[in-house]
């Protein structure tokens, strides 16, 4: 019966109800102690929705994997909304530096198919254009052909990620 079990919960706050529970509850694992695990690994995250991998066995052992949230959720946490923009090319919600933009991509660098940290950020930059988030006070979309052109090098180039 050992198998696994993907769910997304909110990072440090995970309980034994839905959709952990109906999950788990068919297997011989401790419930209490996987709820436990994972938001101790996931506390970072602070309610940000974080995907979870239980893989288990039949005696009741367990080994949890913890994912990078989305970039959507990153962006939203960082700059502190909730939905993004009905009309995102029109009315933006929010606002992110240069540096809020990098550190979302180095979170997300590994999980994303960029090679590199520059075009991680323009995959962020992608995010934020369909939430309705502007960069800077710019339209996303600028800030991604500002990056194109090199102005941001220093920042994403890859001398600034070693």
Do not use: W
């Not at 800077?136 to 994403?156: A, M, Q, S, T, V």
Request: glycine share 10%; net charge negative.
């Amino acid at each position: 019966m050992a198998g696994t079990i993907e769910v997304l919960v909110p990072g440090g706050e995970a309980n034994p109800g839905p959709p952990l529970g109906p999950e788990l509850g068919p297997t011989p694992v401790d419930v209490q102690a996987v709820v436990q695990e994972i938001n101790d690994q996931t506390e970072a995250f602070d309610g940000t929705e974080v995907p979870v991998t239980v893989d288990y066995d039949d005696e009741g052992a367990f080994d949890i994997e913890v994912g990078v949230p989305p970039t959507a959720e990153l962006v939203k946490d960082e700059a502190g909304f909730e939905t993004g923009s009905g009309e995102p090319q029109e009315n933006f919600v929010a606002d992110l530096s240069v540096d809020q933009v990098r550190q979302i991509a180095e979170q997300k660098h590994p999980d994303l198919l960029a090679y590199d940290l520059k075009n991680a950020a323009k995959e962020v930059v992608g995010t934020c254009t369909s939430l309705g988030v502007t960069i800077e006070g710019n339209d996303p979309r600028d800030f991604k052909d500002r990056i194109d052109e090199g102005e941001y090098d220093d920042l994403f180039g890859e001398e600034a990620a070693a």
